[in-house]
């Protein structure tokens, strides 16, 4: 019920898919594994093939037990429903995979994040996330205090908290309403990013 009326108001405010973006900045490096976390219903599955693993975790059984479900004959793609914090990254190669957090940072708090970074820094990270920046308009802090994450953060907090990251703001790119992205990415080239988001 929530993935249904949650994709009804994206879908009617959307103006573009940060998928449409996200897939060609994966294109341009050796990816062998996507480790989408906090997948929900797996959005970026439309936009690739069996050329990649694919493995969404989810907290949320809902998701998980749907796409387990729908996919049962696919190899390539694998869904866990499990938080951020119990996932074992060794099982995979940092060289061939990247880590994609579309929109969890801003659920999830300080600590977690913390332990997230430390766990993953040899791995190519890519987020987006909802940003608090000075001098947005109304319409776009009501859209902020709306959304289900209770840590949409303020821009330096987010690069406080995100060491090593590079950093670029997607402003007004997704939606048809004023409403601004902060692109956060490890280990991933700085103009790759600034070409694809910004
Ligand atoms: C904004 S939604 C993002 C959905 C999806 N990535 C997309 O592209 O549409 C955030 C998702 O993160 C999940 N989530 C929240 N806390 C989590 C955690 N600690 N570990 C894993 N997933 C989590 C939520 O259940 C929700 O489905």
New binding site residues.
Partial sequence: MYSYFYRLFQSLILKRS?NEDLIKLIKQHNVQDII?????DS??LEYIGDEYSYHG????PY?TNKLNLKYKDSKKFNFYNK???DIDFERFNPDNSIIVL???FH??DDI?VKRFIDKTKRFKVFAIDAVKIDGQKNITKLLMALDR?NFIRKIDNYKKLLIDFNFCVAKNRYLRLPYDHLVSTRNIDKDIVIKFFS
């Fill in positions: 940060f989408d976390i906090g997948s929900a959005p970026l975790y989810e907290l949320d998701f938080g951020v914090d579309v929109g969890l659920h999830i977690q994450g």
